[in-house]
């Protein structure tokens, strides 16, 4: 598992060659030496939808990055050095060829053994297995940050062959370095039993802002064009409006599981970007996720869509979206075969969201038997989940809670209380949880990152309004007197992001330009949380 032993990186600006390697193996591993096949799906949905909401931070930063102490050290163990600098990795096997790359890696690990090396090794190693010249490709991919976007542009003759066909690449003014790329383009159809089938594979290096390719003109026009298919590239990937059109009647139709979370990463991009509505994206989730079989894509798909209601959809749209949202997923629990993983994950996503009273009847139902999934175990784990959402909902006090306990007094029974404590809906009870996480700082990291995320769980974000000039006053002390996990934990998980206005942002730039020049990882998780804000911003707007 661990690339740092054999061979070890002579300082911190190569910690991707051990970071990345370790998360690229251990995908490929899994897809070329065991049943886990599916692996490269899991990367995509789980790896790279990090790497690409690191990458858009303020805060991004080269895989190769420089590292002058140790407080830089600590702040870029992130999703940068692991799953964009896997990413790349990946897109430079594509770069070279699968069978050059692992040439070249053996030479590397065989010259290097017990021995401290810098990017330029292996990258010669490569060059001699490949052939290729890497000194640009090393440039523009490990010495720049930012993520590209790739969009088609086609022209077709009235019977629908294609007349053009030109790949369209972008940068982001903060970040505008346009890369070479190794990527296919996928042509998808609809077949006779209703699935999206790939009826053609293109194979290309997609250099500079528009790169033509021939080799797909006098083709008919499929039904779905998927720029980067197979994943080997790293960028964002818009479709076409036909295409988009197909995927959003049939994404569940893909019968690969690669391609269709390529199409969800792309729909989840777009409404971040606030390029369309977010309630689009709620209204694709819904309609798609109880088809969708890799576990992990539903896991990702369902947090995304409590993110989406809780930031991204327009402020006067969102309490009736989450309550219809949560009426769907009880109905999607309802359809999918008892016992099932998605079940189980439907149910969970619809405690986070009940509000209603009618859907915390049948939370409480669950919880105390008297409603019944079939196939599903209400098992302890599910128990916490039900009795956060009734605390949530105000429909449990402490004495519920502490009935619960004692149930479970276990370690992760103690968390869950510790979570449902934080977040009984009364103005005493959070003040009594800021009162334990942020004055007296006796909790250990566990318990406090519990009581964190029970604090902001609220219905009614009134709630929290208090705290926001608060937070801002405490946490140059919290830093300063507290361990970077237990400081990042508060920093992070207090910041007021549900008062989503832009009164937040303008106190956070108050903060920003009032810190000491010494204070990097404060700043930089600042600026992190104020983009947040800034996004869900954006994104609102364009759900109006």
């Given amino acids: 598992m661990w690339f740092g032993d054999l061979v070890t990186m002579r300082w911190w600006n ?8 370790a998360e690229y193996m251990s995908h490929l591993a899994a897809v070329d030496a065991t049943s886990f096949t599916g692996a490269w799906t899991t990367f995509a949905s789980v790896e790279k939808s990090w790497a690409y909401r690191q990458d858009q931070l303020p805060t991004t930063h080269p895989i190769f990055a420089e590292i002058n102490d140790l407080q ?68 523009q991919w490990l010495e720049t940050a930012g993520v590209n976007t790739l969009r088609p542009e086609l022209e077709t003759d009235s019977d629908g062959t294609l007349r053009s066909f030109t790949i369209v690449q972008s940068a982001v003014e903060e970040w505008p370095t346009i890369r070479p790329h190794r990527l296919a383009v996928g042509f998808y159809n609809l077949n006779a039993a209703g699935k999206l089938e790939r009826v053609h594979r293109e194979e290309l290096d997609v250099d500079g802002e528009r790169t033509d390719v021939p080799g797909l003109v006098g083709l008919a026009r499929p039904d779905l ?34 391609p269709r979370t390529l199409v969800w990463n792309s729909a989840w991009d777009a409404a971040r970007d606030g390029e369309t509505p977010a309630r689009k994206y709620v209204e694709l989730v819904l ?8 576990s992990s894509v539903i896991l990702v798909q369902l947090r995304q869509l409590a993110t989406t209601l809780n930031f991204y959809v327009a402020e006067e749209h969102r309490a009736a979206a989450t309550v219809a949202a949560a009426d769907r997923l009880w109905t999607l629990a309802s359809g999918v075969p008892g016992g099932s993983d998605a079940q189980l994950q439907f149910v969970k996503s619809f405690a986070l969201l009940a509000s209603s009273q009618e859907q915390l009847d049948k939370v409480a139902g669950l919880l105390d038997g008297s409603a019944v999934l079939e196939g599903l175990a209400v098992d302890q784990d599910l128990r916490w989940e039900l009795v956060a959402s009734l605390v949530a909902g105000g429909r449990m006090g402490q004495d519920g809670i502490d009935a619960e306990l004692q149930r479970d ?18 103005p005493e009870a959070k003040a009594a949880a800021w009162e334990s996480i942020v004055v007296k700082g006796e909790l250990s990291n566990a318990l406090q990152g519990s009581a964190v995320s029970g604090f902001m769980r609220v219905h009614d974000r009134s709630l929290l309004e208090p705290y926001a000039e608060k937070y801002f006053e405490a946490v140059p002390g919290i830093v300063e007197s507290r361990t970077h996990a237990l400081a990042q934990q508060i920093v992070v ?3 007021p992001a549900l008062l989503t206005t832009q009164a937040t942002i303008d106190r956070t730039d108050g903060f920003l330009a009032a810190l000491p020049s010494g204070s990097a990882a404060l700043r930089r998780m600042m600026l992190e949380n104020r983009d947040g804000v800034a996004r869900a911003l954006r994104a609102r707007a364009a759900d109006v």
């Fill in 72 to 139: 830089d050290v600590e702040v870029n163990f992130d999703g940068i050095t692991y799953a964009k600098g896997a990413s790349v990795l990946r897109q430079l096997v594509a770069w070279v060829g699968p069978e050059q790359f692992m040439a070249g890696v053996r030479e590397y690990f065989a010259k290097y053994s017990w021995q401290n090396t810098e990017l330029s090794d292996l990258m010669v190693e490569l060059e001699k297995a490949s052939g290729r010249d890497l000194d640009d490709w090393g440039r």
């Fill in 225 to 258: 064009i998927l720029v980067n298919d197979d994943d080997l590239a790293y960028a964002k990937v818009r479709l076409d409006p036909e295409s988009l059109a197909t995927a959003t009647a049939h994404l569940k139709d893909f019968a690969a599981s690669l």
């Fill in 287 to 294: 309609a798609n996720v109880a088809s969708e079989s890799d």
């Fill in 409 to 426: 007094n276990t370690s992760s029974g103690q968390n869950a209380a510790a979570l449902a404590k934080a977040a009984i809906p009364a």
């Fill in 14 to 21: 190569d910690l991707w060659l051990n970071e990345s390697f």
């Fill in 493 to 495: 998980g207090l910041y």
